[in-house]
């Protein structure tokens, strides 16, 4: 059969030269390269140079001009500026009075109201910034895009789709194309149309991902404001209960069921109307009502619930009492149910008069708010993020398990139907919590309650902004930029649970009073409706101070508070929340007083007052100082206090006491306070830090410092957590202070600095604080940046408020403070520091804060060293900080960097560095990862204070340091790439490099001649030596970094960090303003020239990308459309077994060439091309020029090369579809998922996880961009496009259209850099003397990007520049050897059909001039391959691209018509023809596609083309070879076995022309035997032998060795197909072809084949069916070119009319319509003007093969009556009166003889009709045939041998038989009973008579076997059937004896 082998060796026919090659391994001379091109392996490590000399050296040059910008850094470089503090309020929280503060509360609130210092670098934020925000990029066109790749239903809708597309009007014409101009005048004008409207910043369309970036820049924290994880508003609606009757109040707070918390404090709403809320006033002030709150969830769990409590003014009865009402009476229900309810008002307005201050409960509820936003939410939980209200993005790792973000959702209302009502003796939240829990369970206890029936109707929506008129529990307003909202709001205070802590920021003391229980069982007296009430009372106050919250409904602040009332209860419950605002001046005098009161529910007339006291308690607020909490259980007082009690209670003498002072009451007091410390040791260290006054001895202060370092150690983390600020505040400064203590201060400032050092560790190691992807704590970071100061120092003839270019002069009185001295260390003496240039005052002699802060650094060891590196960045940063703000300090910003700082100061910098260099090399690699990240942004930051060459100095030695040891710890590869990657980011990193050569360098420069300056570009610019290391010192750290990855030997994993780090160089130039100028742009492309020297030396490396990245092979059918290139493979069956690497050489990989032996990724390989892309477009043209004249034209070929890759990795890969983008929601959602199951159940952070992404590149295509092709490289940044909270489809469908608008822009770039690139190449070639490889190589190039997805604006250029390096160098192109001529032809026709005008215009003039310049010697061949290009893509043009193709071929001629040069030529009849034939086979082949279900049809255009293509012998073959696929799908093997049988004899043609050896077969003419119609394959053309110079038909099968492998196959489907005597024939050819090479091993199986085929003829030579044929014939116009048409059908085995009928019928209805076929049940001749016009009509009619007599005596054999038959015959019965059928006497019959074209079988299954042939036969004639038909068939079944009995009686049945031999007689009796009137008819009277006798005899000898053969079963079936034949002979013989008599006249002669 046909192997793949043979399909391979056909598609090598039609692309003979479709395998990639290098261009450096291609057609080449012997060149020399240069050793110094090569990159070394290795690089010796260089000084950088004296960087403050060399500015102030430039800075001296007048010629800069605007380039002086470039050569130091800007006077306003870094900015220390003192801004106002940030508040949420209107006004800030401060205490009420300032006077009586505390020392504690005094420092507490100066921490929380000083102004913030920030240290700002101007700049930095331009080198991450990019005019991608302004961005607005142009819309390319590509045909690949899904609304051309779809077939559209009419050409108007994708008319519409593009602006560009074809329309009837006129094409273009290039009107130049033809005129006489200079090559140098093209290039120009090529250039211009080039260089205009191109993008200006490449990075803007290829930005790094946000992974990428992510080490490179510190975010800023967030300011130190109160933050707010997650918040919720809900907004109360409405409270109704079955009947109104008096006031309800309402206390609404949160509990979390998970950790039986309440987490939020008490919410009063009072939502009476207007008539109930008038009732209860009973004070003077104006009450508020909130009816909104908002409530804060730091971490909430998910069993959150909203728990409501009811509450009504007392009255007599139990709860269930009053409670009954509402469970049984109904408002308006009967006349019955109103009296009651007026009664009911009526007492309870008497009671509210009474008894309005107090309360009592009455019923409760709960939501699980949760579960309803939930539900209700419009999004789920995976898909968003959390609700934040200013917060952190990060949640907490460990708690993920048992918390839970409130995910996204719109406002949702929601009611309430029923209340529980509240239980007398269950009133703590305990027993309510637990109620709670009972109700989620099914309990029937719980069923049983009875239920109050009310609507509580709220709304709950997410918090965006705050709204207005909203208030902080403390009751002071929000700001507010929305003024939507007009009702008061209050904010909730939360209770984080334990754990959760963050710093305070804002001043905050309240005070929570909960009574909780109360016993008076032991009092006498009537006491049982009580009630306490609340006060806080003063030293002086007689009555309690105005410092209680009112409630809803209420004053602001009351004096005094109540607790609800249990009915009739001595031991009441109580749930009572006081909150009370505690006065900032706490005194031991201060204390709660509790009173008890009996309340009288009726009146007396001896007591106005309903209250009676019953007792009295007090507890003081503050114990020795400290302010109370907790559970606290007091005994009761009961005789009343006198009026001047004392807090204390051994004071008061002679009181009586309940139960002997035996505590009865208990209370809990929860404290809020940002001043007020709950932990005893850091209370007692801010009392220490008070005692280290001046006025203090130095023993004192010594002893107090080393006490409160002491105290320090013990406080608990939580607390630590909350007063962070405060305690650093406190801490910091005394770190210098110690220096005034002599000798004893040294060890003092080394404890303090190791407190320092556990408490940043402590921070650190907790889970439950915030930390960035760097590590950093986040309370920590925002500390140092916003609240750290250093102490001012004061300067002599400057003015404080100069200090500081922002500060006013009150603010910086504020940052005054003492000057310390440090004598930490004897032997580092403190000096003065170093004075500015221009003079100023003098400084006191002193060891600063950064000074100190250093060496602690430097000489901390041990354990505390180690902690300390763990969290180097804060030092580092308290260090950058104290540093920036001394230079503000003392007014150095205009002083030299070298001169900034005190002279020793730099040599303990670079200890410390040193030492943290150290440290990285030595230790772990988890540990040393955030160490190194803190080092690079430490002397990142000093690049802008201190001398930048030292700076300079110190990264080198970091980065030498780690090279030398990465060999034996390869983690250091990447520690190394991090650290370079954040030096690198500094916002002057241009200026750092030194981008201008020294002045003295230049001005010899200028005493040389020009040749020697272009020698320097040429050569020292390009090359990465010695002296380019050292001027650009860190460009030069970073191409080493870039070299030593692309090494062949390279297989580290930190290859993406370094060239990522490129990448991201680039983009932050693009992005900067200062460099958008094009000298400035210019001057920075010149620092990466080397860049393209690295990259050329690296080809290898680079080129495994053809392996790694296999979905980028160009020439894969991924599009249906052959108008996208990149599906330019073939789609024949043939074609399709052929692997997609090979189907072109642009695709297939680099081969010769050894891989790394770790290969690069492929996104790592495109992000480096595109750096090197970057390079050639930014660079100055002239340097490039230069460069190129010096290189050798082998690194010419590499530049080629890596050019070639190029356009191979920024290939455009289209729009995507619907069912790309169904796909990515569903791959997004499931991601989200996995993602989020990896953070609960992992530990990763995110530094970690980014990490990850970046190891593993495959992971960041979960969440994509881009490439998107749908492809999953979505690798655009967030601000480029929407960033999808959720999987939205529409809004995914916009962010990708997006991305693919990005990613077609950057195609069309990176392809015209390219096209530029070439143009200079193809200047270079000019003056070569051997130029022929390069011109190959561009070309190469060229036609590579032709294959691949272009825009219309591209493909223009592209055309351009290709028809200027064929006019220069057309040689190239046509030589013999060369492989491009037929690529070009292949591509140019497929751009001719482009529904783009423009490109057709372009692909026309261009196919045009190929052939007018090929036409003196090389035109036949030109001709040839655009035959064999428009044949190759017969699978892939539409009925379109034919249209497109002809408005190409039109635009040709147009040209044909004008080209005067070309007159009196052959050339334009050439060209007319050549377009004429390929018309004809698009257009076929266009048929082909639209009868894609009809394989019949199919195969019909298949052989049209193939005979249209009869002159290209390997395309012929190809096109029988797929005849012969489509026929074995089918198993016609018969047609199969003649497709390769003719493709056999046109290869015997070529072997007989070309070698005529004796032994091969003599051409077609061998065959003939096995078919007549091989004799088509004969070849008359001597066009055969110039395809053979052409290497046309050099393919595999076009060899003896071909011919044998067709024919072997062609003999096995000839067995299939049974027909066995063709294998014979077959083996004729090949036995000679054997013989002759004496293959002896072949004969042997022929002739053992033989022997099998001649068994199988013996034994199923009557057995075998060949075919049934049909005649069809098609009518009507519907049928196309079938129309009037008749054909003869061979269909397999034995087929029925009605099959054939049924299926014909029904495929036509499937494609016309059901009623629109007909099928004509009759054969006779049909007349079309009787059909309908609308309808199609199919006339089917079973046909015999046709023979003449002495055709029959050839045709002996079954075999030879059904092969070569071309004639058949058919039947039709008719009468002379129309009708069909008739009596016997008038029956005609109507013999039709058809001729085919071809003989059957051949390679269609249907062969047109050519002639017909017509014969009338008589009545009698019809009835004589019949006769003998019948009488022939008995004879054959008697003669049968072995004789087959079943068919004898079956025949015998039918003639002797009791049911038909009525038929034989009735003949009888009609004809040959009277001698006819007509003499004419005398002779067939007589033959009938003789025929009848015959039969006779025929049945008598039948009977007589079949009497032989039978068994004794069937002897009364014998003598049945012979008494029937007896019966009939009798009936018979009177007309058998009657004879004409003078018929049987003797004559004698």
């Given at each position: ?684 260290f801010f009392a220490l830090c008070e005692a280290m006054g001046e006025h203090y001895s130095l023993a004192h202060q010594t002893e107090a410092l080393t006490q409160a370092v002491s105290m320090l150690k013990m406080v608990r983390l939580e607390e630590l957590v909350h007063f962070l600020h405060v305690v650093l505040d406190k801490l910091l400064p005394l770190l210098v202070l110690s220096s005034r203590m002599a000798s004893e201060g040294a060890q003092v400032s080394k404890d303090i600095f190791e407190v320092l050092i556990v408490i940043v560790d402590r921070l650190h190691c907790s889970e439950e604080m915030k930390k960035d992807s760097l590590g950093r704590s986040h309370s920590l970071a925002s500390y140092v940046h916003y609240v750290f100061s250093v102490p001012v120092l004061q300067k002599t003839g400057i003015t404080e408020s100069e200090k500081y270019a922002t500060l006013k002069p009150e603010a910086v009185t504020a940052l005054r403070k003492m000057c310390p001295l440090s004598a930490s260390d004897p032997e580092i003496q403190p000096s003065k520091a170093r004075a500015p240039a ?29 902690q300390m590196y763990k969290h180097l960045w804060f030092f580092f940063e308290l260090l950058i900080k104290s540093m920036s703000q001394y230079l503000s300090d003392t007014d150095r910003w205009n002083t030299a960097p070298n001169l900034r700082f005190a002279e020793y100061f730099p040599g303990i910098v670079n200890t410390m560095v040193n030492i943290g260099t150290e440290f990285v090399k030595n230790q772990d690699a988890e540990v040393t990862e955030i160490i190194n990240l803190s080092l690079g942004f430490f002397l990142n930051d000093l690049l802008s204070l201190m001398d930048r060459g030292f700076v300079l100095r110190l990264i080198g030695h970091h980065h030498k340091e780690l090279s030398e040891k990465a060999g034996a710890r390869p983690h250091l590869h990447e520690r190394r790439v991090d650290f370079l990657r954040i030096v690198c980011s500094h916002e002057h990193f241009v200026t750092l490099n030194v981008p201008f050569r020294s002045r003295n360098a230049t001005q010899e420069g200028n005493n040389h001649s020009q040749d020697t300056i272009v020698r320097e570009s040429a050569v ?799 009545p009698i004639e019809a009835v004589i045939e019949d006769m003998q038909k019948k009488t022939h068939e008995l004879a054959q079944a008697t003669s049968e041998n072995p004789p087959n009995m079943k068919m004898l009686q079956m025949v015998l049945q039918g003639s002797v038989g009791t049911t038909v031999n009525q038929g034989p007689l009735e003949v009888a009796q009609v004809f040959l009973s009277e001698i006819p009137d007509d003499q004419k008819l005398f002779r067939h009277h007589n033959k009938l008579r003789i025929c009848f006798k015959d039969f006779l005899k025929r049945c008598e000898d039948a009977l007589k076997k079949n009497k032989s053969l039978i068994t004794s079963e069937q002897l009364e079936y014998q003598r049945e059937l012979e008494r029937n034949y007896d019966a009939l002979e009798r009936n018979l013989q009177p007309f058998i004896k009657r004879r004409i008599p003078h018929l049987y006249v003797t004559t004698h002669f």
């Open positions: 059969m046909m192997s793949s082998e043979a399909g391979t060796g056909e598609l090598k026919l039609l692309m003979p030269h479709f395998k990639r090659t290098l261009l450096t391994h291609g057609q080449r001379t012997n060149f020399s390269t240069p050793s110094s091109c090569d990159m070394p392996f290795s690089f010796d490590p260089v000084e950088p140079l004296d960087f403050e000399a060399h500015v102030v050296n430039q800075l001296a040059n007048p010629e800069l001009g605007s380039l002086r910008d470039l050569v130091d850094f800007p006077k306003d470089d870094v900015e220390v500026t003192l801004s106002s503090r940030e508040y949420r309020t209107v006004n800030p929280a401060v205490p009420d009075n300032w006077n009586n503060l505390t020392p504690q509360v005094r420092s507490c609130v100066k921490t929380y109201t000083k102004d913030w210092l920030t240290v700002t670098r101007r700049y930095q934020k331009d080198s991450s910034e990019s005019r991608r925000k302004e961005l607005n990029l142009p819309h390319q066109i590509f045909e690949c895009d899904e609304s051309f790749n779809m077939e559209k239903q009419s050409r108007s809708s994708v008319e519409v789709q593009a602006d560009e597309l074809q329309t009837e009007a006129p094409e273009l014409f290039i009107q130049t194309l033809l005129q006489p101009i200079a090559l140098e005048e093209v290039d120009w004008r090529n250039k211009k149309i080039r260089k205009s409207g191109r993008l200006v910043d490449l990075c803007t369309v290829y930005p790094p991902s946000d992974e990428e970036e992510a080490v490179q820049y510190r975010v800023i924290p967030q300011s130190p404001c109160q933050q707010f994880e997650q918040r919720l508003q809900i907004n109360f609606l409405e409270l109704k209960f079955e009947i109104e009757i008096e006031p309800l109040f309402l206390i609404l707070a949160l509990y979390d069921l998970k950790e039986k918390k309440k987490i939020s404090e008490n919410f009063y709403l009072d939502l009476n109307s207007e008539e109930f809320q008038e009732v209860p006033q009973t004070q003077a002030q104006v009450p508020c009502y909130f009816r909104k709150a908002i409530f804060s969830m730091t971490h909430p769990s998910s069993e959150i619930y909203l728990v409501i409590k009811v509450e009504k003014v007392l009255q007599q009865g139990s709860i269930t009492e009053c409670a009954e009402p509402y469970m049984t009476i109904k408002e308006c229900e009967t006349a019955k149910s109103k009296e009651k309810i007026g009664k009911l008002r009526f007492q309870a307005a008497s009671f509210c008069e009474r008894l309005s201050a107090y309360r009592m409960p009455f019923a409760w509820a709960a939501v699980d708010l949760m579960s309803l936003i939930s539900t209700r939410g419009s999004q789920n939980s995976l898909d968003s993020d959390p609700i934040s209200g200013g917060g952190g993005s990060e949640m907490r790792s460990q708690s993920l398990d048992s918390r839970c973000s409130i995910p996204l959702f719109q406002s949702v209302q929601h009611s309430l139907n029923t209340f529980n009502k509240q239980e007398e003796d269950k009133l703590s939240d305990e027993d309510l919590m637990k109620f709670i829990t009972d109700e989620k369970k099914p309990s029937p206890l719980l069923r049983r309650l009875r239920k109050i029936p009310g609507v509580f109707r709220f709304e709950v929506s997410p918090v965006k902004d705050s709204p207005s008129f909203c208030f902080t529990p403390d009751f002071l307003e929000v700001k507010s930029s929305n003024d939507e909202n007009s009702e008061l709001t209050l904010e909730v205070l939360e209770f984080p649970l334990p754990g959760v802590s963050v710093p305070h920021t804002m001043y905050r003391n309240l005070l929570y009073v909960y009574p909780q229980f109360l016993n008076f069982t032991n009092r006498q007296g009537s006491a049982r409706n009580i009630t306490v009430k609340i006060q806080f009372m003063g030293s002086e106050a007689s009555s309690g101070l105005s410092v209680i919250f009112g409630k809803s409904g209420h004053p602001e602040y009351v004096n005094e508070s109540y607790t609800p009332v249990a009915y009739h209860s001595k031991s009441p419950f109580f749930y009572e929340e006081v909150k009370m605002k505690l006065p900032s001046g706490l005194t031991e005098d201060h204390h709660l007083l509790f009173t008890f009161y009996h309340i009288m529910c009726q009146p007396k007339q001896s007591q106005d007052s309903p209250e009676v006291p019953v007792g009295y308690s007090w507890l003081s607020i503050l114990d020795n100082g400290h302010l109370r909490s907790g559970t606290f259980e007091l005994p009761v007082c009961l005789d009343k206090l006198p009026f001047l009690y004392s807090v204390s209670s051994t004071s008061l003498s002679g009181l009586k006491w309940l139960d002997n002072r035996k505590p009865v009451f208990k209370l809990e007091l929860r404290p809020v306070s940002t001043v007020h410390t709950q932990d005893r040791n850091l209370e007692r221009e003079g100023g005052g003098s400084l006191k002699l002193s060891k600063l804060f950064h000074e100190e802060l250093t060496y602690h650094i430097v000489f901390t060891s041990g354990q505390m060293r180690d020292g610019m390009f090359k990465l030596s010695r002296k380019f290391r050292r001027q650009h010192f860190l460009v030069g750290l970073l191409l080493e970094e870039i070299a030593d990855i692309l090494r062949a030997d390279s297989g580290r994993l930190h290859r993406r960090e370094a060239v990522s780090l490129l990448h991201g160089l680039l983009t932050s130039h693009d992005g900067s303003p200062r460099f958008w100028k094009p000298e400035m742009k210019v001057k920075v492309a010149e620092l990466y020239l080397p860049l393209l020297g690295i990259v050329l030396s690296s080809v290898p490396q680079l080129q495994n990308l053809s392996d790694s990245d296999s979905s980028r092979s160009k020439l894969t059918a991924r599009y249906s459309n052959p108008r996208n290139v990149s599906s330019l493979t073939f789609t024949s069956p043939v074609v399709s077994t052929l692997p997609a690497a090979s189907a072109n050489r642009y695709s297939a990989p680099v081969s010769g060439i050894p891989s790394p032996s770790s290969p690069m990724p492929a996104e790592v390989t495109h992000t480096l091309l595109f750096c090197f892309l970057w390079v050639l477009k930014n660079a100055d043209e002239a340097t490039i020029v230069g460069w190129l004249l010096r290189l050798p034209a082998q690194r010419l070929l590499s530049l080629l090369e890596i050019l070639d890759l190029c356009v191979s990795s920024f290939e455009y890969e289209g729009q995507p579809s619907t069912e790309q983008i169904s796909s990515h929601v569903y791959r997004k959602s499931r991601d989200m998922k996995a993602r989020l199951e990896e953070t609960i159940f992992g530990t990763t952070g995110a530094r970690r996880e980014m990490m990850k992404r970046r190891e593993y590149p495959g992971i960041d295509r979960l969440f994509p961009g881009v490439s998107v092709g749908l492809h999953e490289k979505l690798r655009w940044r967030k601000d480029l496009t929407q960033w999808r909270q959720a999987v939205d489809k529409d809004k995914l469908k916009m962010e990708l259209q997006q991305e693919a608008l990005i990613s077609g822009n950057l195609t069309v770039e990176t392809n015209l850099i390219v096209l530029d690139a070439l143009e200079l190449v193809i200047q270079r070639c000019s003056w070569m003397p051997e130029f022929k490889p390069v011109v190959a190589g561009v070309l190469k190039v060229l036609i590579h990007s032709l294959c691949c997805n272009q825009s219309a604006l591209y493909l223009h250029n592209c055309f351009n520049t290709q028809r200027a390096v064929i006019a220069k160098f057309p040689e190239v192109l046509f030589e013999e050897d060369s492989e491009h001529c037929m690529d070009l032809c292949l591509l140019l026709l497929q751009r001719c059909m482009s529904r783009f005008e423009s490109t057709r215009t372009q692909a026309s003039a261009s196919l045009y001039l190929l052939m007018r310049q090929s036409y003196k010697t090389h035109f036949p061949r030109v001709k040839m391959y655009i035959t064999l290009s428009l044949a190759s893509l017969a699978g892939k043009i539409s009925n379109q691209d034919q249209h497109c193709l002809q408005k190409s071929f039109e635009i040709i001629l147009t040209y044909l018509e004008t080209d005067r040069a070309m007159e009196g030529t052959g050339f334009p009849a050439q060209v007319e023809e050549l377009l004429q034939n390929l018309d004809a086979v698009s257009c076929d082949t266009v048929k082909l596609q639209e009868f894609s279900k009809d394989g019949d049809m199919q195969i019909d255009l298949m052989y049209r083309i193939a005979k249209g293509l009869q002159n290209y012998v390997d395309l012929r073959l190809m096109w029988l070879r797929n005849i012969a696929m489509k026929h074995i799908e089918s198993e016609r093997f018969a047609e199969a076995a003649h497709c390769l049988v003719h493709s056999a004899a046109l290869v015997a043609e070529y072997l007989n022309r070309v070698e005529g050896s004796i032994h091969l077969p003599m051409g077609s003419v061998s065959f003939q035997k096995i078919s007549s119609n091989v004799l088509e394959e004969s070849l008359v053309f001597d066009e055969v032998f110039s395809m053979e110079r052409e290497g046309i038909c050099a393919g595999y099968l076009f060899s003896e060795e071909g011919l044998l492998e067709l024919l072997d196959d062609a003999a096995e489907l000839f067995n299939k197909a049974e027909f066995y005597e063709v294998v014979y024939e077959i083996y004729k050819v090949i036995i000679p072809i054997a013989e002759f090479h004496r293959n002896i091993k072949k004969l042997s199986v022929i002739h053992g084949n033989l022997k099998e085929t001649f068994d199988l003829i013996l034994s199923k030579d009557n057995k075998r069916m060949f075919g049934t044929f049909f005649r069809v014939g098609f009518y009507g116009t519907q049928f196309g070119e079938l129309d009037e048409q008749e054909y003869v059908y061979k269909e397999p085995g034995i087929t029925k009319l009605v099959e054939i009928s049924s299926r014909l019928e029904e495929f036509y209805k499937k494609r016309f319509g059901k009623d629109q076929v007909e099928v004509i049940k009759d054969s006779l001749p049909v007349k079309k003007g009787s059909l309908d016009s609308s309808k199609a009509y199919l006339q089917i009619t079973y046909v015999e093969p046709y023979f003449e007599d002495y055709e029959l005596k050839n045709r002996v054999g079954n075999y030879e009556r059904n092969s070569n038959l071309r004639r058949f015959i058919y039947s039709t019965p008719f009468t002379l009166n129309g009708r069909a059928h008739g009596e016997l006497s008038q029956q005609y019959k109507r013999k039709t003889i058809l001729t085919t074209l071809h003989a059957f079988p051949y390679v269609k299954t249907r062969i047109s009709i050519i002639e017909k042939q017509e014969i009338i036969l008589r």
